[in-house]
């Protein structure tokens, strides 16, 4: 990406095309065959933007600065909502422990038609899953910052739910 003019006024490019700068008419092939001193020369830069981490901020207002003689755009970071980020996390905590525990459902189903009784392995699986699972969500609803936030993604993920095998 490229940058034209100044960090109030002017404008990115994201792919080489003609270009009016003044009076010239620049043909977008410009973009390949000049140099980086030789765009400069016209006010035309190359363009970076820096973002915050899409999972816990989103994008406030975007300020550009030129270092070095190129140009970055830098997005504000404002602080996503805890409450709709610790409902997100439950909400995956509770769908693995669906799948795992979908995975097993079967036994009991064929145990209450009358057949083979719950392996008792099985048994403790199922219940290591609900355990891990109530585990994670009291972590989660304890979180009161977005800094609890990250430092548990940091140590469990995002948020998975491992159960050892039996």
């Known amino acids: 990406m490229w ?4 960090s109030e006024t002017g404008f990115v490019v994201n792919k080489a095309r003609s270009l ?23 006010g035309i830069k190359p363009y970076s933007e820096v973002r915050s981490d ?24 404002v602080a996503k909502d805890i409450d709709a980020l610790k409902a ?16 097993v459902d079967w ?3 064929r145990a209450a038609k009358g057949g083979t009784a719950v392996p008792a392995d099985v048994a403790t699986h199922a219940t290591a899953i609900y355990t891990v699972m109530d585990t994670k969500e009291s972590d989660i609803n304890a979180m ?3 800094d609890e936030v990250k430092a548990y993604q940091v140590t469990h993920g995002w948020p998975s739910l491992e159960v050892a095998a039996e």
């Open 3 to 6: 940058f034209v003019g100044n």
């Open 144 to 146: 009161t910052t977005l």
């Open 107 to 109: 036994y009991w189903s």
């Open 54 to 77: 899409s999972r816990y901020y989103s994008d406030g207002a975007l300020t550009r600065t030129e270092t070095d003689g190129e140009m970055v755009g830098t997005y504000a970071s």
């Open 20 to 42: 009016t700068i003044g009076d010239v008419q620049y043909p977008r092939n410009i973009f390949v065959l000049w140099s980086k001193e030789e765009l400069a020369a016209i």
């Open 88 to 103: 997100n996390m439950l909400g995956t905590v509770k769908s693995t422990a669906g799948s795992l525990q979908s995975q």
